[in-house]
């Protein structure tokens, strides 16, 4: 792709922009002409569904009301507990992928090493999805949001004591960080999902992707200044901490659910 920028007079390294531009043009025209049935009009008659099926199966002594409070409930700690996940998944991602390249240039390492090990880790962060969703309905949510903050740990440890000019174990440790983070996103994607009305889903989900976009931008902000203070293995160490938070929240969640029903 950088042969391509340079015949158009751009900089070489524009390439991948061009390339990605027309990436996510087709990909638009590929929803706009393929995607059918409509997703929207397929989850307003799955949730239809289940309700009816919910006020069926409830306990005649529960009014209509007392139950739509209480899924009302629920459906609030789902958002929540979704939320945090997206958002700590994405911040530490971010911020040990930020810094990464700087730490493997500090070492002596050049751009086509940076690339491979960054290449790997997007790969990782997407190429999952095929399956991961798949593992998120049959293992549930929980499972995998918890997956996710111990696999998050795993990366930010194995980034801390890897020796700066050894390629091999960066290169696993920036694939777990891409695989931790594709867990969470669709983790906690789907308990979003589930916890949202078709009607104000596309709202809701806009709104949590802004904070995701702000947590994922003060991580790369705080990660250059974690490392000018201290050091990439200090930003690694806290990284995996930091998504280690993930498994007292899924026992809150999965406590307070148990309650409530």
């Given amino acids: 792709m950088g042969d391509v920028a340079d015949s158009f007079g751009v900089p070489t390294l524009a390439g991948p922009f061009i390339l990605a531009t027309v990436a996510y043009l087709l990909a638009g025209f590929i929803f706009f002409v ?23 199966n409830h306990s005649a002594k529960t009014t209509e009301k007392q139950l739509t ?8 700690r789902g958002i929540i507990v979704g939320t945090t996940v997206m ?9 040990i ?22 290449s790997i880790h997007i790969g990782a962060m997407y190429l999952p999805s095929l399956v991961t969703g798949v593992l998120v309905d049959k293992l549930g949510r929980t499972t995998m ?19 700066g000019d050894s390629l091999a174990v960066l290169i696993i440790a920036l694939a777990l960080l891409g695989l931790g983070w594709n867990l969470g996103l669709i983790s906690g994607t789907a308990m979003i999902v589930d916890a949202t009305h078709p009607a104000t889903r596309a709202k809701t989900q806009g709104t949590i992707d802004v904070l995701v976009g702000l947590s994922g ?20 160490l806290a990284g995996g901490t930091l998504a280690l938070a993930l498994v007292p929240v899924m026992i809150w969640y999965l406590k307070k659910n148990a309650r409530a029903s």
């Fill in 34 to 56: 393929f995607l059918r049935p409509d997703p929207f009009l397929v989850a307003k008659a799955i949730v239809k569904q289940e309700a009816d099926h919910e006020k069926h």
């Fill in 69 to 76: 409070e209480k899924m009302s409930t629920i459906a609030k």
């Fill in 87 to 95: 958002v700590l998944t994405q911040m530490v991602m971010v911020a």
């Fill in 97 to 118: 992928m930020t810094m990464t390249p700087v730490h493997m240039q500090h070492h002596g390492h050049g751009l086509q090493e940076i690339g491979l090990v960054i």
């Fill in 145 to 163: 949001s918890v997956t996710s903050g111990v696999i998050l740990l795993s990366a930010g440890l194995l980034a801390a004591v890897a020796p």
């Fill in 217 to 236: 931008a003060a991580g790369g902000a705080l990660s250059g200044m974690v490392v000018a203070q201290s050091s990439y293995a200090t930003l690694s």
